[in-house]
């Protein structure tokens, strides 16, 4: 990068990762372990449609000294499209603990589905290939690794690019609930709803800008600005989404596994420009006023 741009450093909070209870490559403990080692203090595990892993973690926070938020990764739809909404700081509630487990029988059920696919094209076993212990249901994810394993494909990406994508001859139409609703589940568990990393869906500006819009509208209140794979010129269009929409800013390395690439806190700055999402938690920890302010619960670890 140019003096302009700045590399990539260590940030002590990072708002987005993943445990083995989604589609992780560490257990939620070692994921926090490894969190401490690279100076994360503060950290959110996101897994996708689950809180399966944050008990472990927080107890592993606790022995660490890592403040642990409790948080999760909800895939929802919009207009067609597949977007993620990160919650953070949810309690239990018995709309959001159900809204989950409607989500795992939703993956549970595409799993079935692809794995079907796959058998008719010659490709059989894969469910079972894919289903672990049976405690947390298989993505897309898990069956790339299992082509792989297979030699039915080189990689990952001509996993997807043959069978998982949109265009895959193994795809399976996504029954997620809608936008709004998983924001309705993660403020009624008492959380922040987060637009996960904007720039990763395809869409035009305009279409960008229409999505922050539905996201305000069903009570989203922040953005990822920074992620383990924004460009600088995406940092600052982020900005622009954040001040545009009225959004708090968070940042998160999407962190799945090493040798990815990407590693736990290891984030561009996020700028002075936009009011950090994370100073939420530090507001609720320091007995400050929080979310409380504005007449809406604080975070607070699960």
Same mark, same amino acid.
């Given at each position: 990068m140019s003096p302009g741009n700045p590399e990539p450093g260590t940030a002590g909070t990072d708002l987005h990762m993943h445990s083995t209870a989604s589609d992780g490559a560490l257990p939620p403990a070692e994921l926090v372990h490894r969190a401490a080692a690279l100076g994360v203090s *503060?950290?959110?595990?996101?897994?996708? %449609?689950?809180? &399966?892993?944050? &008990?472990? &973690? !927080?107890r592993? @926070?606790?022995?660490? #000294? =890592?403040?642990?938020?409790?948080? =999760?990764? +909800?895939?929802?739809?919009?207009? @067609?499209?597949?977007?993620? =909404? !990160?919650?953070?700081?949810?309690?239990?509630?018995?709309?959001?603990?159900?809204?989950?487990?409607?989500?795992q029988q939703q993956r549970w059920q595409r799993a079935e589905a692809i794995a079907d696919r796959l058998h008719k094209r010659g490709l059989p076993g894969a469910l079972q290939g894919v289903a672990?212990?049976?405690?947390?249901a298989p993505g897309r994810s898990h069956f790339a690794d299992w082509l792989v394993a297979q030699g039915a494909v080189r990689d990952r990406p001509q996993a997807f690019k043959r069978y998982l994508g949109r265009q895959g001859s193994a795809w399976v139409r996504p029954a997620w609930v809608s936008l709004d609703t998983g924001v309705r589940w993660i403020r009624l568990a008492g959380g922040i709803a987060v637009l996960a990393h904007p720039f990763a869906y395809r869409m035009t500006g305009a279409w960008r800008r229409r999505l922050c819009t539905a996201f305000?509208?069903?009570? @989203?209140?922040?953005?990822? !600005? !920074?992620? #383990?794979?924004?460009?600088?010129?995406?940092?600052?269009?982020?900005?622009? +989404?954040?001040? *545009?929409? #009225? +959004?708090?800013?968070?940042a998160g390395s999407d962190f799945h596994a090493p040798g990815t690439g990407l590693e736990p806190g290891r984030l561009l700055p996020l700028? %002075?420009? =936009? &009011?950090? /999402?994370?100073? +939420? /938690?530090?507001?609720?920890?320091?007995?400050?006023?929080?979310?409380?302010?504005?007449?809406?619960?604080?975070?607070?670890p699960r």
């Open positions: *503060r950290l959110a595990l996101t897994d996708h %449609d689950t809180t &399966a892993g944050v &008990a472990e &973690a !927080v592993a @926070g606790e022995a660490a #000294g =890592v403040e642990v938020v409790a948080g =999760v990764e +909800l895939s929802t739809l919009w207009c @067609g499209r597949e977007i993620h =909404v !990160v919650g953070l700081g949810m309690a239990h509630h018995p709309v959001f603990d159900q809204g989950l487990a409607y989500q672990g212990d049976g405690e947390r305000v509208e069903a009570g @989203g209140e922040a953005v990822e !600005v !920074v992620t #383990g794979r924004t460009t600088p010129v995406q940092v600052r269009d982020g900005i622009g +989404l954040a001040l *545009r929409h #009225g +959004l708090l800013a968070s700028p %002075d420009a =936009v &009011a950090p /999402v994370s100073q +939420l /938690v530090r507001d609720h920890r320091d007995g400050g006023p929080g979310r409380a302010a504005s007449g809406a619960p604080g975070i607070r």
